[in-house]
């Protein structure tokens, strides 16, 4: 007896068979567009291995490090991780930390003889060797520049590298750097008391202001880079100080403003968003719109400020009005100097910090939030000796010590039941 199996075939139905080739066709039509881009894979690693040894080959002596790091310029360097994983970044050689700052959401480390730069998982994203004897930091979305305050060397970084360095021949008195990657140098001539050089994002020198007696404070760019602002101290031949105040474009030789603030030293020059300038001195703030024209002036009504900052938005500065004691008046004001708060603080002041809607306070064990808002006050403890208080982004702060940094979201910190206090 012959056993007969029933064709598969035949207990298809005309569609199922139908759809059943169709299937093979497609499987059959993607089978063969992934050989091909298969092939041309393989093929263009073959071809760039032979360009590289090419190049390598014919072009031997033209490749440098220096040329390495031209073209690492055009590489889009490499932002920090945002999300914190730890609440704590360790750095190393913590002896010699002096200064600290943000840099595309990292955190920046300067120390006598190394710069870090860390992410929000606490690794070292740049790690350098580099010693600075008295290392100031200043940075913008594009560079960090760190140079050494009353000294001749300034170096300039990406995320990725340290990118120039230059050694001058006379101290340095200032330094600014440029959202576009344009940053400038103030230093001096045997000539000149003060001479300001201007260099694009590429490090070739764009401009050149120089003046026999005055001394560059501070300077500060405006938004696009082709507008700078110089502060330079000078005195007349009665003695009495006075501050010139430049505004320069790096286009042209003809200032667009400039203009004296008699018996006024000026030390700390900034922008506003609309292209007005705010400037910090010793007596009071003053306040101009873009046109130059002087809008306020805020006093400090004949004492010496104990903290005074601005970020370009608004402005701060504290006053001890008692011959004793650890009472602050502490004043808070917009671009254009209109009071936004004005109340007291009690204990030593450490730094302060403008950030959202909140100047936050640094004192000793604690920091204080004082809402610009309402005025309400909210001070949380802290372990002691922290240095520096800086802002990651809109949620996060970060508490920077000797030796560590802790991160803190400000909602629930302040708000919330985080604690740090120890």
Request: hydrophobic letters at 40%; proline letters at 1%; aromatic letters at 12%.
């Amino acid at each position: 007896m012959t056993n007969t199996q029933p064709d598969d075939a035949a207990t298809l139905s005309a569609e199922e068979i139908a759809e059943k080739k169709e299937r093979e066709l497609g499987a059959s039509y993607y089978f063969r567009i992934a050989k091909r881009i298969r092939v041309l894979m393989f093929s263009l690693v073959i071809v760039m291995a032979v360009f590289m040894i090419a190049m390598f080959s014919v072009y031997r002596d033209e490749i440098t490090v220096e040329n390495l790091k031209y073209f690492l310029r055009y590489i889009d360097t490499r932002q920090a991780e945002k999300s914190a994983t730890t609440d704590t970044i360790i750095y190393n050689d913590t002896e010699s930390i002096v200064q600290f700052g943000v840099y595309k959401n990292g955190l920046v480390v300067v120390g006598y003889d190394r710069v870090q730069i860390f992410d929000l998982t606490g690794e070292a994203i740049l790690d350098i060797d580099q010693s600075n004897s008295a290392p100031q930091l200043v940075s913008s979305d594009e560079y960090m520049l760190i140079y050494n305050i009353g000294g001749t060397t300034f170096q300039v970084y990406n995320s990725l590298s340290k990118e120039y360095e230059a050694s001058l021949e006379y101290p340095i008195s200032c330094a600014a750097v440029g959202d576009t990657g344009t940053f400038l140098i103030a230093s001096r001539a045997m000539e000149y008391r003060s001479v300001v050089c201007v260099y694009n994002k590429n490090f070739e020198q764009i401009y050149r202001w120089y003046t026999p007696d005055k001394l560059v404070m501070d300077a500060d760019f405006r938004d696009g880079d082709k507008e700078f602002l110089i502060a330079a101290l000078g005195t007349t031949t009665d003695g009495i100080c006075y501050t010139e105040i430049i505004v320069c474009e790096t286009d042209t030789e003809e200032k667009k403003a400039q203009f004296r603030i008699t018996d006024e030293i000026i030390y700390r020059a900034r922008y506003t968003s609309d292209g007005g300038y705010i400037l910090i001195g010793g007596k009071a703030i003053y306040f101009y719109n873009a046109a130059g024209e002087m809008i306020k002036t805020v006093s400090y009504s004949g004492y010496t400020p104990v903290m005074v900052g601005t970020n370009g938005e608004m402005t701060y500065f504290s006053l001890n009005k008692n011959i004793v004691g650890s009472n602050y008046e502490v004043t808070v004001t917009d671009d254009t100097g209109e009071i936004l708060y004005v109340g007291s603080v009690s204990g030593e002041i450490t730094t302060a910090l403008l950030h959202g809607d909140a100047l936050y306070v640094l004192m000793d064990r604690s920091i204080l939030r004082i809402s610009l808002e309402t005025g309400n006050q909210i001070e949380k403890e802290i372990t002691a000796n922290c240095v520096s208080v800086e802002a990651l982004d809109a949620d996060t702060l970060m508490l920077c010590y000797a030796g560590e940094t802790r991160i803190i979201d400000i909602d629930r910190f302040f708000f919330g039941e985080e604690e740090l206090a120890q």
